[in-house]
């Protein structure tokens, strides 16, 4: 194989042991073993410059292979959308089964499927105490496996035919390197919460997070690499103690250190058991190490005039506009001058829950399964948390002024959003939030706040025709907006459902106050009997008078729903396409998919799971 000649094979002059240039006899300029510790001396800049193209062109070419795949579904469900609105059960039969056999084998074997038998999201714990995460699913696998192995084999693509070890090592330190700071731009871009890359190939930001932890192992692995390359040459040129000398001397070298300790420390703090058991500081010291990291790559590369300098200046670019969005995401819809901030009411709730009620600053588009980060700096001053939007109205304002003659000129019109949602008590700040709010006479908590958001949503149900909908616990929060959604459209003529079922498990009957008042709306709307079937599971009732179904349309009984059993009795009487939704414990999600990845291939079934793990 030929391979580019190398910065060594390039350079027309020799350097000293110090790294001074030295000619030889006859006039001719060489290189010493003194020349290939520092700088580019050794590395195959070409090269280099070729697998960072080749890095980008394979990004690219997945981009638009999802894009191409997310266009041809999207065109799909906008078709049987606009065909299914004015058609019956009966008419809507050509959407009942696939017209192909490839696509429900790639959803079953591939898309849908975990990565061995059935656990995906279900926690993996040592303890009550210790979780050790969840696992990616196969098609997450094997794009892990892709990106590392290819940036393995780039690392490998060596001149072995040089007979100068030193240059050898130091090719691969500046391989590594130029890998490392190339794999940051990707690295950074997953993990914004305004990622471009959400709303234009449809993925959740859960799955960018995954990724963006493994590719932060990538970086982590390769900046090692770099650095031992580095010592190895130095050690073995200038002795063990001219490692000590350099770091003292050169200011390149103290900021390379001090962003790859950073990235070690990085890697020690990222298990799941650490993230778990101490998020809200785990948060706070990956963005401070992150930052110190970024500070440091930037400082190597500009002190030694190195081409990758471009590379950090677009990450730097990149996180920056992240967390520019973001606050102008928060002061737009949280803040104005004649209010202030918004306002939020806090409600105790049976359960060790709470009912949060944000009255936004201006309006703002409510979409079905959508969250929003919560700020609430009297609980928790810098703390974020992503809580799914259960509800969300919008009712006229009144005239502010009592004059009636000015009162008369402003617009009636004028409309004030609030959004509601649910937090259940866990740890940190969600059990501040309780304590302050149950401590109260009445319940009730009046704070100032702020949400950042509306994010998610990407998911459109309105093109199926049966829709069975699945929720554990807090999960609910999630499917009552869809919930809602879908009988309004179905009275209005709006969407192409005609069958809606909705499972919902709590531990006891306390939990159905969690969103009571809601559903008693939903309850009432008009043509909900036509088309929406609730079933509640009790798992640990206090007494069995509890477990009482209401009505032929709300039915309850006791311990937890077989969705195997269920998804054959809706299949069967189904109408048109079918989506299934889950959002609840990682053993419901991983129950739900099994059930439904063995379905696929029975009907037209699309299997939609809302998770965010972390």
């Not at 919008?394 to 019109?413: M, R």
């Not at 959004?419 to 059990?431: D, E, P």
Request: charged fraction near 15%.
């Amino acid at each position: 194989m030929h391979f580019p000649p190398s910065a060594a094979h390039l350079a027309q002059r020799e350097y000293s042991i110090d790294g001074e240039p030295t000619a030889t006899p006859g006039g001719a300029v060489a290189l010493t073993t003194g020349s290939f510790t520092s700088g580019l001396t050794g590395v195959n800049v070409s090269l280099d410059n070729l697998l960072t193209k080749i890095i980008w062109f394979s990004l690219v070419c997945l981009c638009v292979l999802i894009l191409l795949v997310r266009v041809a579904q999207m065109s799909n469900a906008h078709l049987r959308h606009l065909f299914s609105l004015t058609a019956n059960r009966n008419q809507q039969t050509f959407w009942t089964h696939d017209r192909t056999t490839i696509w429900p084998k790639v959803k079953k074997y591939l898309l849908y499927a975990p990565l061995r038998h059935k656990r995906h999201n279900r926690e993996m714990r040592l303890s009550s105490a210790i979780n050790m995460g969840t696992l990616p699913s196969r098609f997450h696998t094997l794009l892990l496996l892709a990106y590392l192995g290819s940036n393995f084999a780039y690392c490998t693509i060596l001149d072995y035919s040089s007979q100068n070890k030193h240059q050898l090592i130091a090719e691969v330190r500046g391989r590594t390197g130029v890998l490392a700071v190339v794999n940051m731009i990707p690295l950074f871009v997953l993990a914004g919460r305004n990622n471009p890359l959400i709303k234009l190939l449809r993925v959740s930001f859960d799955t960018y997070n995954l990724l963006h932890r493994w590719m932060g192992r990538i970086v982590v692995l390769e900046s090692v690499i770099h650095t031992l390359a580095w010592a190895t040459n130095q050690i073995m040129i200038h002795g063990s103690g001219s490692v000590g000398e350099k770091l003292r001397t050169h200011a390149s070298f103290q900021y390379g250190t001090v962003a790859s300790c950073g990235m070690v420390f990085l890697l020690l703090q990222s298990p799941s058991a650490v993230r778990h058991a101490f998020y809200e500081t785990f948060l706070h010291v990956h963005q401070l190490t992150a930052l110190a990291v970024v500070i440091g790559v930037y400082f190597h590369l500009d002190l030694d005039h190195l081409p990758q300098l471009p590379y950090i200046k677009a990450v730097i670019g990149i996180w920056g506009a992240d967390r520019v969005i973001r606050f102008w995401r928060i002061v737009y819809r949280c803040y104005s001058f004649r209010k202030g901030w918004t306002t939020v009411l806090v409600e105790a709730l049976p359960g060790e829950a709470c009912r949060l009620t944000f009255d936004m600053r201006r309006p703002w588009v409510f979409t079905p399964g959508c969250h929003v980060y919560v700020y609430l700096p009297s609980i928790s001053v810098h703390m974020s948390h992503p809580f799914s939007v259960a509800w969300s109205e919008e009712q006229l304002t009144g005239p502010s002024d009592p004059d009636p003659e000015k009162a008369s000129a402003e617009k009636s019109s004028a409309t004030s959003t609030s959004i509601s949602l649910v937090v259940h008590k866990r740890s940190g700040m969600t059990a501040k939030l309780y304590d302050r709010a149950i401590a109260t006479p009445n319940g009730r908590l009046n704070l100032k706040g702020a949400v950042e958001g509306p994010y998610g949503g990407l998911e459109s149900l309105a093109s199926y025709g049966t829709v069975v909908m699945f929720a554990g616990g807090i999960g609910i929060t999630h499917q009552v907006s869809h919930v809602r959604n879908l009988v309004a459209g179905h009275a209005a003529g709006t969407v192409a459902a005609r069958k809606l079922v909705l499972i919902w498990t709590v531990r006891n009957t306390e939990h159905l106050e969690w969103v009571r008042p809601w559903m008693d709306v939903i309850l009432a709307l008009p043509g909900r009997r036509e088309v929406l079937k609730i079933l509640l599971f009790v798992t640990k009732p206090r007494s069995p008078r509890e477990v009482i179904s209401p009505s032929a349309t709300v039915q309850m009984y006791p311990g937890r729903p077989q969705p195997e059993v269920i998804l054959d009795k809706e299949i069967e009487e189904r109408c048109g396409a079918m989506a299934v939704t889950v959002c609840g414990p990682g053993s419901l999600a991983d129950s739900v998919r099994a059930a439904a990845r063995r379905r696929v291939d029975v009907a037209s079934l699309d299997f939609i799971e809302e998770s965010f793990t972390w």
